[in-house]
């Protein structure tokens, strides 16, 4: 069915990798290990943060946030990637890509917001230890995670309608696996500059600003570490930010690549990894990449198995 501007409102075709079927074989059973380590990860981060009550702590609400975040990435896109690898319908329902899109643009624009709240968070755990538990009080911390919560909604409330009302002249074969904003601009038949435009100056807010924040937050806690006396207190404060350090390369390598460009220049396939890699890839790694060094969790662990003779070691904080 065609909409009186020309845009389909029937199902799309996902291409994907469909000439690539031997690729596409693969990819199901990477994507299903990666889904399924990516769902237990990003549970478990949130279980033990709701469970234990030495995890309720700023660093972990914010942690717990981000896990929620990767939750609705994957689950937002993953099964019917998995269905549409491995059956030879490449469908989705027009309803179905219009939750894709809105889902991709408001995580998106949340977990930008929120890692450059959990570099604030670093920034006061190290440069002002003292007054740390002053400064993020509950209170703020739930006004921060609001905040990047509505940001990035109304974002996708904003981009989400514009960039499906894109006259598309009937066409439904989207080359991609997901319906994302990149994507569905290529099968326009109409100038979309202005969407573009928009969405290049959106993305300063919402993604540049964050990035600056971090980078900033990330100087002041290079300058205290160098001021630091103490080998083991440097190796402790290196402890406490390198992981989030890890996360925010990951998440903004790609979503830079992807975002900050008109939609056909990216190279289609070089945009179709990205995508894989931040909405899968960085999700499975992000609760390990936390958690790998992270004494806090370890315990966690061990006292929810009844096994609390472990000691605590806060260098996780």
């Known amino acids: 069915m065609e909409g009186t501007n020309g845009s389909s409102t029937g199902d799309f075709i996902l291409f994907g990798f469909s000439d690539r079927p031997k690729l596409e074989r693969v990819l199901f059973f990477v994507n299903m ?3 399924f380590l990516a769902i237990t990860g990003n549970s478990t981060i949130i279980f033990l943060s709701l469970m234990d009550p ?6 972990y609400f914010f942690l717990s946030n981000l896990s929620l975040l990767d939750l609705c990435y994957t689950t937002s896109s993953i099964p019917q990637m998995l269905v549409n ?3 030879p319908r490449k469908t989705i329902t027009y309803v179905g890509c219009v939750i894709q899109l809105f889902a991709f643009l408001s995580v998106g624009g949340i977990e930008c917001i929120l890692l450059s709240v959990m570099a604030y968070d670093r920034f006061v755990a190290v440069c002002k230890p003292l007054h740390y538990m002053t400064i993020m009080h509950p209170q703020l911390c739930l006004q921060l995670a609001a905040f990047a919560w509505l940001s990035g909604i109304a974002n996708s409330i904003l981009m989400s309608p514009l960039t499906m009302s894109l006259g598309r002249c009937g066409r439904r074969r ?11 601009i290529r099968i326009s038949c109409v100038d979309t500059s202005r969407v573009e435009g928009l969405a290049f100056f959106l993305a300063i807010p919402i993604v540049l600003v964050p990035l600056t924040m971090i ?8 300058v205290a570490v160098l001021r630091i006396r103490s080998a083991a207190g440097r190796r402790k404060a290196f ?15 790609s979503i830079i690549y992807m975002y900050m460009q008109p939609g056909n220049v990216a190279s289609q396939d070089q945009g ?18 936390y958690t790998l060094r992270n004494k806090d969790v370890k315990g966690a662990v061990w006292r929810l198995l009844g096994k609390d003779h472990k000691p ?6």
Do not use: Q
């Open 174 to 184: 989207i080359n991609h696996f997901v319906c994302e904003m990149p994507a569905i």
């Open 239 to 253: 402890n406490t930010c390198s992981s989030h350090m890890a996360v925010v390369s990951l998440f903004y390598s």
């Open 215 to 222: 980078l900033v937050s990330y100087g002041y806690i290079a």
């Open 54 to 59: 030495r995890l309720h702590t700023p660093m």
């Open 312 to 317: 605590l070691d806060s260098g996780g904080h």
């Open 33 to 35: 290990i990666f889904y």
């Open 272 to 289: 179709k990894f990205l995508t894989l890699f931040y909405c899968l890839v960085t999700p499975t790694l992000n609760p390990f990449i």
């Open 85 to 87: 690898l491995w059956g």
